[in-house]
């Protein structure tokens, strides 16, 4: 409902200014996988250790909804690490997510900025001197907004990007972690910026369907037929939500007790 002004046109807000973040693990031999093969061909065989630890990558990704330009090749540096901690985490806001944000922010845009994740362990928002002069450094206003634990999945990386480099990603055969980081960052390059509008789209059509089903994820995302309206010019950038829907959300957020159990899990009645 944040993402729909409170009065007036009920058609989403253009979330020119939110920017969604996300890590998500890249295997170097995922859990299966098809082939074709010619009748004179041996089966592909690859060894591991173990299946509990498999050979992975985790990659961060960010994305805000802006036109994307053909972007520049960097040399990735391999470090093995136990865990994710939150210290990686800060480590990798700082040198990499905020100064990319100042890199590449359009200058025509505001510089108040909402990055939005999902509210796992290692996602807690630095509160060090250091982080939050960073955060307002160069006129900028930076500010995190977690998803409360067990919300419907709302982050456009999922609807997206993640998945159709994963799809690229494995079709390649890695034989090292180096070989796996070179093949995502292929695929990512490959990805077509053009994907963007569709899945910030296909984000508010997620969003309508969550308010439909009072807060709940038993949905699966609609099909619009993007690229088809795209190519007629008939593609709307934002959708507007039913009055009467939003009326019905409205009065069942009246209704709703939200209280929190002795381990931290919501709990929500509704009279």
Same mark, same amino acid.
């Given at each position: 409902?944040?993402?729909?002004? /409170?009065?007036?046109?009920?058609?989403?807000?253009?979330?020119? +200014?939110?920017?969604?973040?996300?890590?998500?693990?890249?295997? %170097?031999?995922?859990?299966?996988?098809?082939?074709?093969?010619?009748?004179?061909?041996?089966?592909p065989y690859r060894a591991q250790q173990s299946r509990r630890f498999k050979i992975k990558a985790m990659f961060m990704g960010m994305i805000a909804k802006k036109k994307s330009k053909n972007r520049d090749a960097r040399t990735l540096e391999t470090k093995a690490i136990q865990s994710v901690?939150?210290?990686?985490?800060? &480590?990798?806001?700082?040198?990499? *997510?905020?100064?990319?944000?100042?890199?590449?922010?359009?200058?025509?845009?505001?510089?108040?900025?909402?990055? #939005?994740?999902?509210?796992?362990?290692?996602?807690?928002?630095?509160?060090?001197?250091?982080?939050?002069?960073?955060?307002?450094?160069?006129?900028?206003?930076?500010?995190?907004?977690? #998803?409360? /634990? #067990?919300?419907?999945?709302?982050?456009?990386?999922?609807? =997206? @990007?993640?998945?159709? %480099?994963?799809?690229? +990603?494995? #079709?390649?055969?890695?034989?090292? @972690?180096?070989?796996?980081?070179?093949? *995502?960052?292929?695929?990512?390059?490959?990805?077509?910026?053009?994907?963007?509008?569709?899945?910030?789209?296909?984000?508010?059509?997620?969003?309508?369907? !969550?308010? &439909?089903?009072?807060? =709940?994820?038993?949905?699966?995302?609609?099909?619009?037929?993007?690229?088809?309206?795209?190519?007629? =010019?008939?593609?709307?950038?934002?959708?507007?939500?039913?009055?009467?829907?939003?009326?019905?959300? *409205?009065?069942?957020?009246?209704? *709703?007790? !939200?209280?929190?159990?002795? $381990?931290?899990?919501? $709990?929500?009645?509704?009279?």
């Amino acid at each position: 409902m944040s993402h729909v002004p /409170a009065v007036g046109d009920p058609t989403f807000s253009d979330m020119q +200014q939110w920017i969604h973040l996300d890590e998500k693990w890249f295997y %170097i031999n995922p859990e299966t996988r098809t082939f074709y093969l010619l009748p004179t061909e041996d089966d592909p065989y690859r060894a591991q250790q173990s299946r509990r630890f498999k050979i992975k990558a985790m990659f961060m990704g960010m994305i805000a909804k802006k036109k994307s330009k053909n972007r520049d090749a960097r040399t990735l540096e391999t470090k093995a690490i136990q865990s994710v901690t939150k210290e990686c985490i800060r &480590e990798t806001l700082l040198t990499h *997510v905020i100064l990319t944000i100042y890199e590449k922010w359009p200058q025509q845009l505001p510089k108040d900025i909402v990055i #939005q994740w999902d509210n796992a362990r290692p996602h807690q928002v630095p509160k060090d001197e250091e982080f939050q002069v960073a955060c307002h450094a160069h006129g900028f206003n930076i500010q995190f907004i977690l #998803q409360p /634990a #067990q919300s419907p999945e709302t982050n456009v990386l999922d609807l =997206g @990007l993640f998945s159709v %480099i994963q799809s690229l +990603q494995y #079709q390649s055969f890695p034989r090292n @972690l180096d070989d796996l980081i070179k093949e *995502v960052a292929r695929a990512f390059q490959e990805f077509d910026p053009i994907l963007n509008k569709y899945t910030w789209i296909t984000l508010q059509s997620c969003l309508i369907k !969550i308010l &439909e089903k009072q807060g =709940g994820n038993n949905f699966s995302p609609p099909h619009m037929k993007k690229r088809s309206l795209d190519n007629q =010019g008939l593609l709307p950038q934002l959708l507007e939500v039913d009055r009467d829907l939003i009326g019905q959300v *409205v009065h069942f957020l009246d209704t *709703v007790t !939200i209280t929190e159990d002795d $381990e931290g899990h919501m $709990e929500v009645d509704a009279d």
